[in-house]
Nanobody, 130 residues
Framework: QVQLVESGGGLVQAGGSLTLSCTAS????????MGWFRQGSGKEREGVSC????????FYANFVEGRFTNSRDNARNTLYLHMYGLKPEDTAMYYC???????????????????????WGQGTQVTVSS
């Protein structure tokens, strides 16, 4: 059974940084692309980033604007989202997800579509104060 556990969320001031982690078990981690999504209060869940199975390709939503870096350590079965220059509008629950395959594909940018993903973590809350 696939299990994804996010951590690293918290309260940070605008302009600050956080690094989220997602530890995976129950799967061959380096066979799959992985994604980050977020859902703000009263909003729909939206894609943030996707990384392919090896970490050689990453894709981001436009709103990231170069402020986030998606990376993975396949030896540790762990996915990371390094976030810099955080804004109040980044406040949301952040989720990691495992893809159906090894590549990011589909949607307005590769990896944007939720239907690409088959398993989800429970989320970690990020709150950015102004």
């Amino acid at each position: 059974q696939v299990q994804l556990v996010e951590s690293g969320g918290g309260l940070v001031q605008a302009g600050g940084s956080l690094t989220l982690s997602c530890t995976a078990s129950g799967l061959t981690f380096d066979d799959y692309a992985m994604g980050w999504f977020r859902q703000g209060s009263g909003k729909e869940r939206e894609g943030v980033s996707c990384i392919n199975y090896s970490g050689s390709a990453t894709f981001y939503a436009n709103f990231v604007e170069g402020r986030f870096t998606n990376s993975r350590d396949n030896a540790r079965n762990t996915l990371y989202l390094h976030m810099y220059g955080l804004k109040p509008e980044d406040t949301a629950m952040y989720y990691c997800a495992v893809s159906r395959g090894s590549a990011c594909y589909g949607g307005s940018w590769p990896g944007a579509l939720e239907r690409q993903y088959t398993g989800w973590g429970q989320g970690t809350q990020v709150t950015v104060s102004s």
